[in-house]
């Protein structure tokens, strides 16, 4: 049945407000004439091509439907828009936001799944499935199931934290639906917000009970896991999750932290493959899962499995090929294991501006002394250390080798006063590492 025959669709659409978000000039045109054609009146519809023209518009024009692009350009995305929208309208059954976009992966399903919008739209799209979609997500506003009414409105009186009056709503659609699990979900969510984290884990598990995949369920339970610290619990929720559903990127950190408790390192490795792909890559999540590859690997150094432990090593080197802390990690997890040309090979990797930092400047050193050329080494330190350097460990390291070379009683407490200088709050440590320290032989003395 088209729109215009059904009166109810027709009444709701001739009094709605709607905003057309999309850098292609094509399809603002085929969505500004589907809209006019299912009854919108033209002076109600605005489209434009920049999301900071639409986001200063919600506030003028106060769209209760919105069909947006979902990559906008410079990093922006409609969730941008969505979450302003959602402020205005709070209530789902008064709004629509449908998303559009040409990339079909997995991730961006889940990532459209996890922000409540009304859908995901792919391109390119016929007129007519385009009609068809729309009127489909209309009708489920026009036309919601008791049940559906019943958990939006409890929702609401959930935001508010009108925890008696959204637990009756919630109740109340548990008898309307023979498989309530977003019910089941919610009641969950009331009992978590006020602390009760046993009694939501009893709901989610219920509502997993009546729907074994529902994904608010399923991550909600392991949400709760986490909170309780029973990182295995959650694993084993994490693994059902991962089966049945993408994960969004917003989701990652928290399934890596998990498998990385569990010593599960297969999982980071098919984190990370599910991250290389991506485009852009969010910051946080690039510090994550490569700070979650350097322990995985630090896990199969130890266990002597050095190949897989460079291969995994150099994975998080080309995912944060700009972080310093991270480079760090991956070189000194090599040279604390012996594998200084390994270490030599990495560092040759990185760009040049990290290169030239203390760190790494003083991981260069560090690998010297290990391969037994410790007075270029310390040569190279010392000059250092006269630069006002500030880097513990160089610092540590020149005290321990001093020591071994058998350098003078002045010249060691000169470096420790140094190191204490730069490092105040170290001065203790510095100077008990040369507590009683005496040249062995007098005639060895080095300066």
Known sequence: MGAKENKPIVEYLGGAKALVLDPNSSSRATIRRLLSAVGMKTSNVEAMELIGD????????????????????????????????????????????????????????????????????????TYGSLEDRFIEVVKTKVFPSKYAKSCEDGRLKLLAKKYPDAMKLFELALTQDPNPALARYYIGCVHKDQGAIDEAIAQFEKGIA????????????????????????????????????????????????????????????????????????????????????????????????????????????????????IQVEIISSLIHVGLYAEAEKMMASIPDELKSSSEMMALEIERWVGMGKVGEALAAGLKMLDQGVKNFRLLELLIVESKKMNRTTASVTAIVSKASALIPEKQAYFEGLVAGYEPKEEGNKQE
Not at 61 to 76: A, F, K, M, S, V
Not at 242 to 269: C, G, M, T, W, Y
Not at 277 to 284: E, F, K, L, Q, T
């Open 210 to 325: 009546a729907n074994p995949t529902h994904y608010k369920c399923l991550m909600g339970l392991f949400e709760a896991f986490v909170q309780k610290k029973e990182f295995s619990k959650a694993y084993d929720i994490g693994a059902v999750i991962s089966k049945n559903h993408p994960l969004p990127p917003s989701r990652i950190p928290e399934f890596v932290k998990v498998a990385v408790l569990n010593q599960q390192f297969e999982d980071v490795k098919a984190l990370y493959d599910v991250v290389a792909i991506m485009s852009p890559v969010d910051d946080v999540l690039v510090t994550y899962i490569s700070a979650a590859l350097v322990v995985c690997a630090k896990f199969y150094l130890r266990k002597k499995e050095n190949d897989k432990a460079i291969e995994i090593l150099k994975k998080a080197q080309s995912l944060a090929r700009n972080k310093t802390q």
């Open 54 to 125: 639409a986001l200063a518009k919600l506030d003028t024009l106060q769209p209760n439907i919105i069909l947006t692009e979902l990559d906008l350009g410079d990093g922006r995305t409609a969730f941008e828009l969505l979450a302003a929208h959602r402020k205005k309208f709070p209530d789902t059954l008064d709004s629509v936001f449908l998303l559009l976009t040409s990339n079909n992966s997995p991730i961006i399903t889940s990532m459209a799944a996890e922000s409540d919008s009304d859908g995901l739209i792919i391109k390119p799209f």
